[in-house]
């Protein structure tokens, strides 16, 4: 969903998918994820980055990532960046909400549901034109801050315009024959990530009882996680998931590494 907004090239080295993007509109930064040839990975990039004059930056490295490379890499810079952290919830606890911490969510959930008994669940493909309207009215009143809250409204009409290239699994609420929220995700592992999750604000406890539906359609003992993902430094949705009660904040780091000494 990012490709455009990061200008994102991507190369396959020894089965790791590599991806070159532009960080922050302005440095060229690499991302793939740890496995046993990361060290080998991180050679040949020294090579291209050495070869292109241009400094070997990782970006989006996660924690453990982080520790290896600093113990086998020259490290001239580590950044924590805060507003891309993941954030982790277990997704019986969304699938619950048990305990006194989410006594507001249950609240938001009866006073939802008293106002929309009729309201339906329905997982599975949803209709284009369904979809783009319940969008166009979802983003009516929006007032778009940034260049990535506009991307992310672009990617979100692209998801439902090619549900067939994205694969994701997807839920819709409606009440009365009209659609008023959509989350849709897909499963990695033992997580399901969370990429989309839109409703009418109108609808007063509407955003609770979404989530714990998209929760809902998960086995807990064989998807153990659920990543609603960063809150790209917003302060409202940083509160927001905040509220939820995640058991870990995924933490990003940004590292530049030495390449002048090629091994």
């Not at 319940?134 to 998801?159: C, G, H, M, R, S």
């Not at 359609?217 to 939820?244: A, H, I, Q």
């Amino acid at each position: 969903m990012w490709r455009d907004y990061f200008h994102m090239e991507y190369a396959v080295l020894d089965g790791t998918l590599i991806f070159k993007l532009m960080y922050f509109g302005k440095i060229t930064a690499f991302s793939f994820q740890m496995n046993d040839n990361y060290s080998d990975i991180i050679q040949h990039l020294k090579r291209w980055c050495h070869d292109h004059e241009t400094p070997l930056v990782l970006c989006l490295v996660e924690q453990a990532f982080l520790e290896e490379i600093q113990q086998e890499e020259h490290c001239l810079h580590v950044r924590e960046e805060s507003d891309w952290f993941d954030y982790l919830y277990n997704t019986s606890d969304l699938q619950n909400y048990t305990g006194k911490h989410y006594a507001t969510q249950r609240n938001h959930i009866h006073a939802f549901l008293r106002d929309v008994p009729d309201v339906e669940v329905a997982e599975g493909r949803i209709d284009e034109a369904e979809a783009i309207a319940f969008l166009d009215e979802f983003y009516a009143n929006k007032q778009i801050a940034d260049d990535i809250e506009l991307e992310e409204k672009n990617k979100t009409y692209e998801v439902f315009r090619r549900q067939d290239l994205y694969d994701f699994k997807t839920i819709a609420l409606r009440s009365r024959g009209k659609m008023i929220g959509l989350a849709a995700g897909e499963v990695i592992d033992d997580t399901v990530f969370e990429h989309i999750e839109k409703a009418l604000d109108s609808y007063n406890g509407i955003y609770p009882y979404l989530s714990q539906s998209f929760a809902k359609l998960w086995d807990p003992e064989v998807v153990k996680y659920t990543n609603k993902e960063e809150d790209c430094g917003d302060m409202g949705l940083r509160y927001s998931k905040e509220k939820y009660r995640p058991v870990t904040k995924l933490s990003k780091y940004t590292v530049e590494i030495c390449h002048s000494s090629l091994d």
